[in-house]
């Protein structure tokens, strides 16, 4: 048996990273057993679907390499083939028009409530006869399609949890379409699974309620029911429900905040399994070679904003200054930040080096040139800051003069790291006094680059210009 597995978003928003981990389930089950991943889009909500949201669907699936080998298929485009399965289901009688108005199933669901029983529709249209049906036909009355729904004990078993019963007296002859060609979430996706020939569908754990009224449908077509699996939930730090409160954005959103495909994918695959001992960095053919369906937990994993961070700079880290400037270049989420690698007064050299100057504070690539700014921009700043421990601002003035007249005696040919290292180290045995009002005075920070490697890149003069400035500030 080839297995084939789809993801089956709605475009209905942005995508997330809960629907984009599933997506990245079935890809990798997928792939490991040399099987199919699909690309459905579930665009029958008419009113809700947007063009934009199947493009952040693609591009997102695209940017995270999970390419699909079939798709994407919409089902807005396969409307004969529901047509045609709810036509077979109403002439085998195992389905049927409800007439029944939205004020009537509201009065007979708050009578139900009252007396205590669960809310469920009562089967008053089960009972029409074939000739009542046709004259409220005729008389265009408005109306939905429900499926029978047997009263009795549903059982399937799910690949991670055992097996899971439900009573189907609790859920009624439930809904599956508005008309012949309006299906609704529970017959189209059964269908679309049992026609694309879907033999695993993996999906979060909300989907549990969903299954038996998708298996009802496969039983009442006699179709083969495949086997599902249902991932955890993802929570957010402290427990609940995940939101953007706990850090959780769109997935182009993470790409426009400088994070790398390989820490997202990295990261979404540990929630929910783990390779084999302690490994938490991951490669996509790592994750092929170990992944086991069965190993996935069953209970709910947890969202851990700064695990994303950490994993992010982990993968920065394996990147040359080439290698960014590459997918600045060719990242359009990132285009903003070529103007970093076009400044003119710097050559490609001294531009590597402020890129590797800032990858060491940064958490994304776009948070590289957040913590180099001074390198671009005039900056300003409060002269308390050029203040080291308990000195004077005349102690910090003569240091700053020292430094100054120390450099400025530093010929070119000998304005290396190590030359300018050995002069400004014998200025004072206090180094933080040296040095701490030299950093402020070239950046402006109070934590940046070593004073040494920014000199470097800017340059003597420069740097005897913004000595100059932090001095006039203490006059």
């Not at 060719?330 to 050299?349: A, H």
């Not at 002269?383 to 430094?403: A, G, H, M, P, R």
């Not at 040494?452 to 890149?457: Q, R, Y």
Request: proline share 5%; charged share 30%; with cysteine.
């Amino acid at each position: 048996m080839v297995v084939r597995v789809r993801f089956a978003p709605s475009p209905t928003g942005r995508l997330h990273l809960g629907s984009i981990r599933t997506a990245l389930f079935n890809f990798v089950f997928a792939k490991s057993q040399k099987g199919v991943f699909i690309l459905r889009i579930e665009d029958t909500d008419k009113e809700r679907s947007k063009k934009e949201f199947v493009d952040d669907i693609i591009e997102s699936l695209k940017w995270l390499n999970l390419n699909p080998d079939e798709g994407p298929i919409f089902q807005s485009e396969r409307t004969e083939i529901y047509r045609k399965v709810i036509e077979e289901l109403l002439d085998k009688g195992k389905a049927y028009r409800c007439f029944c108005t939205k004020e009537e199933l509201d009065l007979k669901r708050q009578m139900q409530i009252t007396k205590g029983e669960p809310p469920r529709y009562d089967g008053t249209c089960a009972k029409l006869s074939k000739e009542e049906v046709n004259e409220k036909l005729s008389r265009n009355i408005p109306y939905v399609i429900r499926l029978k729904v047997p009263e009795q004990i549903l059982t399937f078993k799910d690949y991670l949890r055992g097996e899971i019963k439900f009573d189907l007296r609790l859920i009624g002859d439930f809904v599956i379409a508005k008309s012949e060609t309006e299906p609704l979430f529970h017959l189209a996706t059964p269908v679309d699974d049992y026609y694309q020939g879907i033999t695993y569908v993996i999906r979060g754990a909300e989907h549990i309620p969903n299954t038996p009224k998708q298996i009802l449908i496969f039983k009442a077509m006699n179709w083969k029911i495949p086997i599902y699996a249902h991932i955890p939930l993802i929570l957010g730090e402290g427990g609940g429900k995940l939101s953007k409160r706990h850090g959780a954005k769109s997935v182009l959103e993470y790409r426009k905040d400088g994070y790398l495909p390989e820490a997202i994918i990295n990261f979404l695959i540990l929630l929910g399994w783990h390779p084999k001992g302690d490994k938490e960095v991951v490669s996509m053919n790592e994750i092929i070679n170990e992944f086991k369906l069965e190993d996935v937990e069953k209970r709910p994993a947890v969202f851990n904003a700064k695990k994303l961070v950490w994993l992010n700079k982990v993968y920065m880290k394996r990147l040359s200054p080439k290698d960014i400037e590459n997918l600045i270049l060719n990242d359009p989420y990132l285009e903003d930040l070529k103007f970093y690698l076009e400044k003119t007064e710097y050559s490609r050299e001294k531009i590597y080096k402020i890129i590797e100057l800032g990858k060491e504070r940064a958490n994304t690539i776009r948070e590289i040139f957040e913590t180099v700014k001074f390198f671009y921009y005039d900056f300003d700043y409060n002269k308390e800051l050029l203040i080291w421990k308990d000195y004077t601002f005349e102690q910090i003035k003569n240091s700053l003069i020292q430094v100054k007249n120390a450099i400025e005696n530093i010929p070119e040919d000998k304005f290396n790291y190590e030359y300018i290292k050995q002069v400004l180290d014998s200025l004072s045995e206090d180094r933080g006094y040296t040095y701490w009002p030299l950093r402020v005075a070239l950046t402006g920070l109070e934590a940046s680059p070593p004073p040494i490697d920014i000199m470097l890149v800017i340059g003597k003069e420069k740097t005897l210009k913004l000595i100059e400035k932090a001095l006039e500030k203490l006059s």
